[in-house]
């Protein structure tokens, strides 16, 4: 990738690294972060957020800095949290989990709140967090069932992945369609611009899918 500088996406997500893709943007390399992502007691959902997506950056640029090729690059970590009111649901890996997750956002309001972190390649932080409102249909008892089935709800944030069949439950959405999917592209560009990134480098033999 010759012309522009180095990136690194701090996240093993076939989402982000999608969502980067159709905005033009190819990593030079994937730095997934070994983090609990557990949160701390009585942590708000904001926080929460905010927290985990800078402990990813900073596990990232541990890595980065011992990597000749990679040293001084850019770096774009995230973490993604679903929420109803103060409390904050789990990325769900047990079918249990799912199932009560489900149950709660049934008929409901929630929201999805991912927090970006940008490391420059001077080492500055740059952080930026999005909120999306979402509202679920009621879910009887055989959907909640039969979308369990479909798998689709293994380690995302609320157990559903919206971008899937999950989206034919969403009645109303206020704020981006992207951050509830994994990664707000528009707050994510415009980072990355304004530190210089040259975010239109990859457009011009981009071929829509």
Request: charged share 25%; proline share 5%.
């Amino acid at each position: 990738m010759l012309g522009r500088p180095k990136f690194v996406l701090a996240s093993g997500s076939p989402r982000r690294l999608s969502l980067l893709n159709q905005a033009g943007i190819e990593p030079d390399a994937l730095r997934p972060a070994d983090v609990d992502e557990t949160p701390k007691r009585g942590e708000l959902p904001r926080a929460c957020a905010n927290r985990l997506a800078r402990a990813k950056a900073d596990a990232a640029l541990k890595s980065v800095q011992l990597d000749d090729e990679l040293r001084g690059a850019f770096i774009l970590a995230a973490d993604t949290v679903v929420a109803v009111g103060r409390r904050i649901l789990p990325k769900a890996n047990l079918v249990d989990e799912a199932a009560q997750c489900l149950r709660l956002l049934s008929g409901r309001n929630h929201r999805v709140y991912t927090a970006i972190t940008l490391v420059t390649p001077r080492e500055a932080f740059r952080q930026r967090l999005v909120e999306t409102r979402v509202r679920f249909k009621r879910l009887s008892e055989d959907d909640i069932q039969a979308y369990i089935g479909s798998g689709e709800w293994r380690g995302k944030a609320g157990g559903y992945a919206v971008q899937g069949i999950a989206g034919s439950f969403v009645v109303k959405m206020v704020g981006s369609y992207t951050n509830v999917v994994g990664l707000p592209l528009y707050e994510t560009t415009t980072l990355l611009g304004g530190e210089g990134f040259p975010i239109r480098f990859g457009w011009l033999n981009a071929t829509a899918i």
